[in-house]
């Protein structure tokens, strides 16, 4: 079974509306992490936001936030009035504490592909 | 410089050559990786150098050796590839230790194999 899955192969959305990404993880651990990273064309990944799985609050960061639904799974990325420069890959992905030390290995959804309309 | 940093961005390369990709990270991190990035396909970790000491070789072929001189540079070293080695190739830091362990990333190297 995949461990992250983003079943939206792309999205489209108007400029200035808002759109979520959806986002399912599949771990047995009780301490785990959740990020989110954009990729432009240019192919660089930028970290966009962080999710612990002991956080009470949903994360945010300006017009990121994370709708972090645990007993579903779920951690989904929504983007608040959508900018043309918001077009991109994102990718989700998790890290896990197995066997105590982790070394922040990640594993990464296969990503969405982000349209923004003028 | 900031951040993480990767040269060559481009680099086209004969199965018999010898080429060398670098990474820089200006972040004070103790933990280096590398990353392969193919049309299609999620992103598979190949290395994880954590305090200099590689803690993770993903089953990565030989062809592909991994330096870490110091926890700030990392290296790749290619030869004999094969075409299906071409690819993104992304190097990443963090701070192991740190509460959130987050991993930033350089621009990546377009690797393309003839």
């Known amino acids: 079974a995949q461990k992250i899955t983003q079943t939206q192969p792309g999205m489209f959305v108007q400029e200035k509306e808002a759109v979520t990404l959806d986002c399912t993880y599949d771990?047995?651990?009780?301490?785990?992490?959740l990020f989110w990273y954009k990729q432009p064309s240019s192919g660089e990944m930028i970290f966009l936001i962080y999710?612990?799985?002991?956080?009470?609050q949903n994360a945010t960061e300006g017009r990121y936030s994370l709708n972090f639904q645990k007993a579903r799974k779920s951690a989904n990325l929504v983007i608040s009035a959508s900018q043309l420069g918001d077009s991109a890959m994102y990718f989700c992905?998790?890290?896990?504490?197995?066997?105590?030390?982790?070394?922040?290995?990640?594993?990464f959804g296969q990503g969405t592909i982000l349209t923004v309309h003028p | 410089e900031t951040g993480v940093t990767q040269t060559p961005r481009h680099l086209v390369m004969g199965m018999t050559n010898k080429k060398s990709l670098k990474c820089e990270q200006h972040?004070?991190?103790?933990?280096m990786y590398w990353y392969k990035q193919s049309a299609k396909k999620p992103l598979e970790l190949m290395f994880v150098?954590?305090?200099?000491?590689?803690?993770e070789n993903n089953s990565v072929p030989s062809r592909f050796s991994p330096e870490c001189p110091n926890s700030s540079h990392l290296f790749l070293h290619l030869h004999t590839l094969q075409p299906e080695d071409s690819a993104l190739y992304l190097c990443a830091s963090s701070q192991d230790g740190d509460s959130t362990d987050t991993q930033y990333f350089g621009p990546g190297t377009r690797l393309t194999v003839l």
């Open positions: 999710q612990g799985s002991y956080d009470e």
């Open positions: 992905a998790m890290r896990e504490s197995t066997g105590g030390t982790s070394y922040g290995k990640l594993t």
């Open positions: 150098y954590n305090f200099k000491e590689q803690t």
């Open positions: 972040l004070g991190h103790n933990a």
């Open positions: 771990t047995s651990d009780q301490s785990y992490g």
